[in-house]
């Protein structure tokens, strides 16, 4: 019998976590993972990671992808290294350009598209420096790691645009990270809200406890101001104006923003999208079509029209996913649904030794924070979530 055909666009945490419950329960499935970076990347660590550079060694936060599928019958798994570009729906097929060789076209039985989302400080499109919170579109996580280190570390008046929680936790340890190194006092660091509070989303004492640490660590918060313009001189690209709303102005060496999340969708046709530019998935996890044909593709992840993108939301996606892919391949029925639900649970170490967040209505003590994630930022689960175990 041929082989069924299963394309994963997207090698993190939906995409991987599909694959391995397809390659474990469908003996006849070949799956073809596409990811431009041949390495999964524990971005969940990144505001440490760009801070401190010996916080965490490379291979902790970027795991080779092909280990984690050695296990599998060779001829199983395939991954290509490389970005999907387009995609036929009456074709069933996938555009790919490799990052070695000619652009090819691969057909599918399957199709799962988990290409997730990235932010304007990974592209740089703002500054022209980018600050890899997500994956690159390209092989090229390492040097980027390295080079926003380096750029961070000879910074000296840095403001970060957006106080939620990859904000918070990135002021809280850079004002660490200062202090590490001997600087403090010689490096300036704001953060810049445009709400009255920092992390707007949580309860207020979670609010209030954020911005005393922050403030503790001699970190600047500006509240109640967008920020509505970014400029540098055209001579001088180390200097930036950022310009906040009602006419205030600061200067910068280096600006981070990070609020935003933008979908990676330019290769998917528009009929999938919403007006934001995410795919509409049903409850099923499955695409919807726009003439309510069922079709053989499923979206997980931060790409799909679900609301609150986190990784753990994107692997229990996945779950979703995988479940009702298999049940449509072998004929099962046990179809499962997936609901984003309201609790929300997010831990926001600020620096090493404490932080805030919320776990459904509880606002953890600062020692919670540390135990459960300031210490490490989850960089143990990395292995995991790669194995599809998470
Ligand atoms: C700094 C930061 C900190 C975070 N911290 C937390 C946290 O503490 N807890 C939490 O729950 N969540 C956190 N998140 C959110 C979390 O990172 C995301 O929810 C998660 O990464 C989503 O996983 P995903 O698999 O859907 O997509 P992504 O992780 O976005 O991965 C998508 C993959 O698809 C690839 N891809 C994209 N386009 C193509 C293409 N055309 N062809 C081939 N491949 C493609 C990308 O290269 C990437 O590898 C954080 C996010 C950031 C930015
Ligand atoms: C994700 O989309 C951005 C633009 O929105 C692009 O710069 C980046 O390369 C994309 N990432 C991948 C992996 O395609
Ligand atoms: C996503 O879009 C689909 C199709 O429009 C819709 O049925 C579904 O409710 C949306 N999901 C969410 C979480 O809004």
Do not use: C
């Amino acid at each position: 019998m041929a082989p069924i055909d299963v394309v994963i666009i997207g090698g993190s945490f939906a995409g991987l976590h599909i694959a391995h419950s397809v390659l474990r329960d469908v003996p006849d499935a070949k799956v073809v993972l596409i990811n431009p970076s041949t390495s999964f990347y524990w971005n969940i660590a990144a505001p440490r990671i760009v801070t401190k550079p010996k916080a965490f060694r490379p291979e902790q936060y970027l795991l080779p992808i092909k280990d984690a599928f050695a296990g599998y019958r060779p001829d199983a798994f395939e991954l290509l290294p490389g970005v999907a570009t387009a995609i036929d729906t009456a074709a069933k097929s996938v555009s790919v350009t490799p990052n070695e060789g000619e652009p090819k076209t691969l057909s599918y039985d399957y199709l799962v598209i988990a290409s997730g989302s990235t932010t304007s400080a990974t592209t740089g499109s703002l500054t022209g420096t980018s600050i890899p919170f997500k994956q690159s579109g390209h092989n090229d996580m390492e040097q980027l790691i390295e080079s926003a280190q380096e750029h961070i570390a000879g910074a000296k008046e840095i403001v970060i645009g957006g106080a939620g929680p990859i904000g918070v936790e990135l002021a809280g340890e850079l004002a660490e990270a200062v202090e590490q190194s001997g600087n403090a006092g010689k490096v300036s660091i704001t953060i810049v809200s445009a709400t009255e509070h920092v992390l707007p989303m949580l309860k207020p004492s979670a609010s209030s406890a954020a911005r005393k640490l922050l403030e503790q660590k001699k970190v600047k918060v500006v509240t109640s101001k967008r920020v509505i313009g970014v400029e540098t001189p055209a001579d001088d690209s180390s200097t930036w104006t950022v310009s906040l709303e009602g006419g205030d102005k600061l200067s910068a060496d280096l600006y981070i923003p990070t609020t935003g999340v933008t979908p990676n969708n330019s290769f998917i046709p528009a009929q999938f999208l919403d007006k934001d530019g995410w795919v509409t998935v049903n409850n099923e996890m499955r695409v919807q079509s726009t003439d309510g044909s069922t079709l053989p593709i499923f979206a997980a992840g931060d790409i799909t029209n679900n609301s609150m993108r986190l990784s753990f939301k994107a692997t229990e996606q996945a779950h979703v996913a995988a479940a009702n892919l298999k049940a449509a391949i072998v004929g099962g029925t046990a179809i499962k649904t997936y609901d984003q639900g309201e609790n929300i649970i997010m831990i926001v170490p600020v620096g090493e030794s404490g932080g805030t967040g919320q776990l459904f209505g509880f606002v953890p003590f600062s020692f919670m924070v540390k135990m459960l994630k300031g210490k490490h930022f989850f960089i143990d689960k990395a292995a995991g979530a790669l194995a599809g175990k998470a």
